[in-house]
């Protein structure tokens, strides 16, 4: 069983032997606060390069780009989808290059993974979310409903796709949709994961039969991944739970607003300057 409580909402769904919480705390108090450095706790950055994301899948064997203490805080950059190859402009026959240029994997990008010590498979990561703030542009888009059917609920309606850029004033927290509609931000990574589970059924790049081998990041697991959970947002908190050794936590596919889900396949898509986390190991 998997549970979410916040203070707005509370969803419970089945799944296999797993266990994820977020607890939404006051919102928006902690954005206009600094964060606090706990004492004896060490401050990291995790930049996000070619070097330090993945594009569209969480591999295990991927070398930790930083290793961090329970209860350090950690700030970390993301990047745009495929690598930062969207950018204001790119067309949709872009963008659908980029789609099939990776298949089986996600479109996001994803930085990490971090390592942190002490944490053990059967542990718990609680991971608190102390700042979000987004870089200065995001996009919204559909792809082509005649090459891609099954895509997003609208794909009947936009047979060719579509695609919007927008710039966003994070000083007033808004993005313009058209004038005298403004699109309120309240960002949270669509990614949140940890290594994941070796007996996991989720399907292996390329079909492998190796329970190492990397996993797409289009869906949801046991591990977070894809959740797309618009709660978990600057003051909540996850627990999810630890596979591999390290927990190697991952975060991307950053959104700037979202309903409860992705109608149309994307949110209002964006990157994060700074994604400020306390990962903590929880043994008890």
Same mark, same amino acid.
């Not at 402009?89 to 994803?110: C, D, F, Q, W, Y």
């Not at 200065?136 to 888009?141: L, M, T």
């Not at 949709?177 to 989720?202: R, Y």
């Given at each position: 069983? #998997?549970?979410?409580?916040?203070?707005?909402?509370? #969803?419970? &769904?089945?799944?296999?032997?797993?266990?994820?919480?977020?607890?939404?705390?006051?919102?928006?108090?902690?954005?206009?606060?600094?964060?606090?450095?706990?004492? @004896?706790?060490?401050?990291?950055?995790?930049?996000?390069?070619?070097?330090?994301?993945?594009?569209?899948?969480?591999?295990?064997?991927?070398?930790?780009?930083?290793?961090?203490?329970?209860?350090?805080?950690?700030?970390?950059?993301? %990047?745009?989808?495929?690598?930062?190859?969207?950018? =204001?402009? !790119?067309? %949709?026959?872009?963008?659908?290059?980029?789609?099939? /240029?990776?298949?089986? @994997?996600?479109?996001?990008?994803?930085?990490?993974?971090?390592? &942190?010590?002490? /944490?053990?498979?059967?542990? &718990? #990561?609680?991971?608190?979310?102390?700042?979000?703030?987004?870089?200065?542009?995001?996009?919204?888009?559909?792809?082509?409903?005649?090459?891609?059917?099954?895509?997003?609920?609208?794909?009947?309606?936009?047979?060719?796709?579509?695609?919007?850029?927008?710039?966003?004033?994070?000083?007033?927290?808004?993005?313009?949709?058209?004038?005298?509609?403004?699109?309120?931000?309240?960002?949270?990574?669509?990614?949140?994961?940890?290594?994941?589970?070796?007996?996991?059924?989720? =399907?292996?790049?390329?079909?492998?039969?190796?329970? +190492?081998?990397? #996993?797409? !990041?289009?869906?949801?697991?046991?591990?977070?991944?894809?959740?797309?959970?618009?709660?978990?947002?600057?003051?909540?908190?996850?627990?999810?739970?630890?596979?591999?050794?390290?927990?190697?936590?991952?975060?991307?596919?950053?959104?700037?607003?979202?309903?409860? @889900?992705?109608?149309?396949?994307? @949110?209002?898509?964006? /990157?994060?300057?700074?994604?400020? +986390?306390?990962?903590?190991?929880?043994?008890?």
């Amino acid at each position: 069983m #998997v549970t979410f409580r916040t203070k707005k909402l509370m #969803v419970t &769904v089945f799944a296999a032997v797993s266990l994820l919480f977020v607890a939404n705390g006051a919102t928006a108090e902690l954005q206009a606060a600094e964060v606090k450095q706990p004492a @004896g706790s060490k401050s990291h950055k995790l930049p996000a390069t070619l070097e330090t994301t993945q594009w569209g899948w969480l591999d295990p064997n991927e070398p930790p780009k930083l290793t961090v203490d329970s209860g350090d805080i950690v700030s970390i950059e993301t %990047m745009m989808h495929s690598h930062n190859k969207i950018q =204001p402009g !790119t067309t %949709m026959e872009e963008i659908v290059a980029l789609r099939k /240029a990776n298949p089986g @994997g996600g479109p996001h990008s994803v930085t990490g993974p971090i390592y &942190v010590n002490g /944490a053990e498979p059967g542990d &718990v #990561v609680e991971i608190r979310i102390l700042r979000i703030t987004p870089k200065a542009f995001g996009f919204n888009f559909n792809l082509p409903g005649k090459e891609f059917p099954t895509i997003g609920a609208l794909a009947a309606e936009f047979p060719e796709g579509f695609v919007r850029y927008f710039n966003l004033d994070w000083k007033n927290r808004q993005a313009e949709f058209k004038p005298g509609i403004t699109i309120d931000l309240k960002p949270f990574p669509g990614i949140l994961a940890v290594g994941i589970d070796p007996n996991d059924p989720a =399907p292996r790049k390329g079909g492998a039969k190796d329970a +190492m081998a990397p #996993v797409s !990041t289009l869906r949801p697991w046991k591990n977070g991944s894809n959740m797309d959970l618009n709660e978990l947002q600057e003051g909540s908190t996850i627990f999810i739970p630890v596979f591999l050794k390290g927990a190697l936590i991952w975060v991307g596919d950053a959104h700037c607003q979202q309903g409860n @889900g992705e109608v149309n396949l994307t @949110g209002l898509e964006c /990157a994060f300057r700074e994604f400020v +986390m306390q990962p903590i190991v929880r043994k008890d």
